[in-house]
C-alpha cells in the first residue's frame, strides 16, 4: 500500500527516494513523482505524520515577512536606503519606515543612517518578485554599535537561537556578550575580546553540528571549558 | 564602509589579538604544502594557509631567447584570482591584483637569481627553457600572496624537466632533473592597521588595512625584493620593522617546503 | 579493424577509473565539489543565487544558471594553455549548462543568477563529465531546490569493442575511436547530455547508451556518500 523508504533524520540527496506509493504526503523540500516520494533538495528528513519534510541544511537566505535580521547600508537614496541583508535580494528602507521623528523632505539621510552602518530591522513586505521593504520602527530594531558581525549559514538560525532562545541565552550568560541574531545568518556580538571570540566559536560550533543530536549538552560543557580558561 | 570593522579589529590589535584569537604576529596552523597535485604539470603544489588554498603550476617551454641575453632562460609568472575562490573576483583577464601578484612573485625568484637562467639554455641564440609559473586561488581567506609565493617555491621544487630530443619536447615523460633553483627566495606579507604590525591577514583584515609591506628574502636572510601597498605612507623606522618580521616569518614559513 | 584487446591496467570494457569525489573544498562558495576520476579532475564552486548584474539580465519569471568552464593552464597533456578560454571551453561551458538545468527549479529565485565556476587542474579525457559531475555536487551542497543529482560519463567505442570511460590513449586510438559523452538524471535515467565524435551504427550506440546508464548509477552512488559524508561529523560518544 506504500513504504516509506527514508529513515527519520536522514541526510538525504536530490532525487532519492524516499517513499513509495500514495500513503505518504510530499512535505516541502520534496516532491512526488507518479508512485514515489523524492527529495527535492540536499536535506534532513523529518517525518510528521503522513507528510515526509525536509530540513535544509545549506542554501542563501530568501527574505521572508516578519523576520527581525541584520543588514548593511550599502546606498543612501533621495527618499530612503538600500540594504544588503546577506540574500540574492536587497532590502529597500524608506524614510517613512526609518524613524519615528519626522524626517524633512530633501533632509541629510546620511545623518540617520550612513554607509557602512549595521542595522537590526524587520521585513515588512516581500513581493513575488522578491523586493523586499524592511522597518526600524519597532522594538529592538536600531543601528548597531561597535562588536562584530559573524555569519552563519540562515539554516543554522534557529539552533543557535535555541527553543524560546533558551540556546542564545545561554551563550550570553556565560560569555558576558551581548548578541542580536538575524534571520539572515548576520549574527551581532559585542563583549570583551576573549569573551567575544568564545561566543563566535561556540556560534561556530554549533552551526557544523546543528544537525547532530545532544547539541545542547555539548555546547554547554564547550562554553564551561572556555570560560573557565 | 568598514569603519565599524576597522574600529573592532584595532580594538582587539590593543589587546594583542584578533579575529580568530591570534596573536598579531602569528600565522595561521596548519600551513601545508602538497607537492605533486597536477600530473600533467611539470611541477606543481597545493599550499593551505589556515583556509587560504592556492594551486600552483609549472609548465616548461622552448622558445627563442630573448635577444639581450642569447644565452639565459627565462621565468614568466601568471596569476589567476579565480572567481572559484572568491564572490567579489569576476571572470575574465587578470585585474590589476592579480597582476601585482604575480610580479611581485615574480621579482622575488628573477632578483635573487634563484633559478640559474645560464642553466636553461639548449643552444645559444636559438633555444631556451623558459619556466612559466601559474598562480590559481582555490579558496581566499586572506593572504592569497603569500600562499601563492609558497607555492610556487613548491612547485619550481617539484619541477622536472620533460624529455627533450633537442628536436621536440615529450611531456607525457618525465625526466629526473630538477630545475637549477637554489635559495629559496620567499616573500612576506606585513601590514600596517592604526600602529599595529600584522601578518597572515583574513579576509576582514584585508578589507581594513592601511599600508603593507611585501619583503621577500632568501634562505640567508637576504632581501630580494619588495613591493609596498595601501595609501598609508610608512616611515622609515616602522619600514626596518617590518623587514625585520617579513624575514623571520619567512624562515618559519620554509620548514613548511 | 584491430581487434582492441586489453585496457590499460587491466580495466574491464565497463569498468570506470579510480574516483575521488569531495564536497565543500571550497568554504567561501554557497557549495562546492572536487571529482577525479582517472587523471582528471575537477573543483565546481557555486555562488548563489546572487544579485545578478546587469539589470536587464534579470528575468522576474526565474533565475538563471551560468556555467563557467576553465582549463588550468597546466592542465593540457601536452603543452601549456594559454588562459582566458577558448571556444572549446565556451562550448562546454554551454552544454553543461543545459545538461544541469533540467534538474534545478530556478523559478523559485526569480531575478538572480547561480553561477558555477569549473577549474580542472589536470585532465586526461571526459574532462566535461568530470565538471558536470563536481558541479551538480556542488549544486546540491549550495542547498538550491534541485529535483535530482547529475551524472556524467564518456562511452564509445575503442577498435572493435564499446567501453566505458574512455582515457586519454584510448580518444587518440588510431584504429578508430569514438567518443561518446553523456549525462544521466539517475532517478529516472533521462539523458541532458549527448554529443558524438566519431563513427557508429545505430545499434552500436545503443549498446552504449545503455552500458553507460548503468556505470553513470555507480557515480550516483559515489556522489550520493560524498554529500553525505560531509554532513557526517564524529559524534563523540
Keep these: 500500500m506504500g513504504k516509506l523508504i527514508a529513515k527519520e533524520k536522514a541526510i538525504v540527496v536530490p532525487g532519492e527516494v524516499l517513499a513509495e506509493g500514495m500513503d505518504h504526503l510530499p512535505g516541502s523540500g520534496t516532491y512526488r513523482e507518479g508512485e514515489r516520494i523524492l527529495a527535492g533538495k540536499l536535506g534532513l528528513t523529518y517525518i510528521d505524520g503522513r507528510t515526509i519534510k525536509l530540513i535544509s541544511l545549506s542554501g542563501r537566505y530568501i527574505p521572508k515577512r516578519n523576520d527581525t535580521i541584520i543588514g548593511k547600508v550599502t546606498d543612501v537614496l533621495m527618499s530612503g536606503w538600500r540594504i544588503e541583508i546577506n540574500s540574492?535580494?536587497?532590502?529597500m528602507l524608506s524614510m517613512k519606515d526609518a524613524t519615528s521623528d519626522f524626517i524633512a523632505k530633501g533632509a541629510d539621510l546620511t545623518k540617520y543612517f550612513n554607509l557602512g552602518d549595521h542595522l537590526v530591522t524587520k521585513i515588512v513586505n516581500v513581493t513575488s518578485q522578491k523586493l523586499v521593504d524592511v522597518s526600524m520602527k519597532g522594538p529592538g530594531l536600531r543601528k548597531l554599535h561597535g562588536g562584530r558581525i559573524l555569519e552563519v549559514?540562515?539554516?543554522?538560525?534557529?539552533r543557535v537561537i535555541g527553543k524560546q532562545g533558551s540556546m542564545v541565552t545561554m551563550i550570553k550568560d556565560a560569555t558576558g556578550c551581548r548578541i542580536t541574531v538575524g534571520q539572515n545568518g548576520l549574527i551581532w556580538i559585542d563583549g570583551e575580546p576573549k569573551m567575544e571570540l568564545t561566543a563566535v566559536k561556540t556560534i561556530q560550533k554549533i552551526a557544523e553540528e546543528s544537525h547532530l543530536s545532544g547539541l545542547t549538552d555539548k555546547i554547554k560543557a564547550y562554553l564551561d571549558k572556555e570560560t573557565k580558561k | 564602509m568598514y569603519r565599524d570593522l576597522k574600529e573592532h579589529v584595532i580594538k582587539l590589535l590593543k589587546a594583542d589579538t584578533r579575529l580568530d584569537g591570534r596573536k598579531p604576529l602569528e600565522f595561521r596552523k596548519p600551513v601545508t604544502v602538497e607537492y605533486g597535485?597536477?600530473?600533467?604539470?611539470?611541477?606543481?603544489?597545493?599550499?593551505k594557509i589556515g583556509g587560504t588554498e592556492v594551486i600552483v603550476g609549472?609548465?616548461?617551454?622552448?622558445?627563442e631567447p630573448y635577444p639581450d641575453t642569447p644565452d639565459k632562460g627565462t621565468i614568466m609568472v601568471g596569476a589567476e584570482l579565480l572567481p572559484l575562490s572568491?564572490?567579489?573576483?569576476?571572470?575574465?583577464?587578470?585585474?590589476?591584483?592579480?597582476?601585482?601578484?604575480?610580479?611581485?612573485?615574480?621579482?622575488?625568484?628573477r632578483e635573487s637569481k634563484a633559478l640559474d637562467f645560464k642553466k636553461l639554455c639548449i643552444k645559444e641564440g636559438e633555444k631556451i627553457w623558459c619556466v612559466v609559473i601559474d598562480i590559481c586561488s582555490i579558496n581566499d581567506e586572506g593572504n592569497l600572496l603569500d600562499a601563492s609565493a609558497l607555492a610556487a617555491l613548491a612547485a619550481l621544487k617539484d619541477a622536472r624537466f620533460p624529455k627533450f630530443d633537442g628536436d621536440k619536447v615529450d611531456y607525457a615523460e618525465k625526466t629526473d632533473e630538477k630545475l637549477p633553483l637554489s635559495r629559496e627566495p620567499l616573500p612576506v606579507t606585513v601590514i600596517k592597521i592604526g600602529d599595529n604590525f600584522i601578518v597572515d591577514p583574513l579576509t576582514d583584515e584585508e578589507k581594513v588595512i592601511e599600508a603593507r609591506l611585501t619583503v621577500a628574502s632568501t634562505k640567508e636572510g637576504n632581501l630580494c625584493a619588495m613591493q609596498k601597498g595601501g595609501d598609508a605612507p610608512l616611515t622609515t623606522d616602522e619600514i626596518s620593522k617590518m623587514v625585520d618580521i617579513a624575514v623571520d616569518k619567512a624562515k618559519e614559513l620554509r620548514g613548511a617546503l | 579493424m584491430m581487434a582492441y584487446e586489453k585496457r590499460a591496467h587491466g580495466r574491464g570494457f565497463d569498468d570506470l577509473r579510480e574516483i575521488t569525489a569531495k564536497v565543500g573544498v571550497i568554504p567561501r562558495a554557497d557549495g562546492s565539489a572536487y571529482f577525479k576520476i582517472g587523471g582528471t579532475a575537477a573543483y565546481a564552486a557555486v555562488y548563489g543565487p546572487r544579485n545578478l548584474y546587469p539589470r536587464f539580465l534579470q528575468n522576474p519569471q526565474t533565475g538563471i544558471l551560468r556555467c563557467h568552464y576553465n582549463m588550468m593552464p597546466f592542465s593540457g597533456k601536452g603543452e601549456r594553455v594559454r588562459p582566458g578560454g577558448s571556444r572549446r571551453s565556451k562550448e562546454i561551458s554551454l552544454v553543461t549548462e543545459k545538461a544541469i538545468t533540467p534538474v534545478l527549479n530556478l523559478e523559485d529565485y526569480p531575478n538572480s543568477v547561480v553561477d558555477v565556476f569549473i577549474e580542472l587542474p589536470e585532465t586526461a579525457a571526459g574532462s566535461r563529465c568530470a565538471g558536470i559531475c563536481a558541479a551538480s555536487m556542488a549544486l546540491a551542497d549550495a542547498g538550491l531546490n534541485m529535483k535530482d543529482l547529475v551524472a556524467a560519463i564518456s562511452v564509445g567505442k575503442v577498435g572493435d569493442k564499446i567501453v566505458v570511460d574512455l582515457n586519454t590513449e584510448e580518444e587518440a586510438y588510431e584504429d578508430g575511436s569514438v567518443d561518446i559523452p553523456i549525462a544521466m538524471l539517475p532517478s529516472n535515467?533521462?539523458?541532458?547530455?549527448?554529443?558524438?565524435d566519431g563513427e557508429l551504427k545505430k545499434e552500436e550506440l545503443m549498446q552504449a547508451l545503455e552500458k553507460g546508464k548503468k556505470a553513470l548509477l555507480k557515480i550516483y552512488d559515489i556522489q550520493k556518500n560524498a554529500l553525505k559524508e560531509k554532513y557526517q561529523v564524529e559524534e563523540n560518544v
Design chain 1, 88 to 91: 540574492p535580494y536587497t532590502a
Design chain 1, 153 to 158: 549559514n540562515t539554516n543554522k538560525v534557529p
Design chain 2, 37 to 47: 597535485v597536477s600530473k600533467t604539470a611539470e611541477g606543481s603544489a597545493k599550499v
Design chain 2, 58 to 63: 609549472v609548465k616548461l617551454e622552448i622558445m
Design chain 2, 86 to 109: 572568491n564572490p567579489e573576483f569576476e571572470s575574465g583577464p587578470p585585474g590589476i591584483q592579480a597582476i601585482e601578484l604575480a610580479r611581485v612573485v615574480d621579482r622575488g625568484i
Design chain 3, 189 to 196: 535515467g533521462r539523458i541532458t547530455l549527448l554529443q558524438m
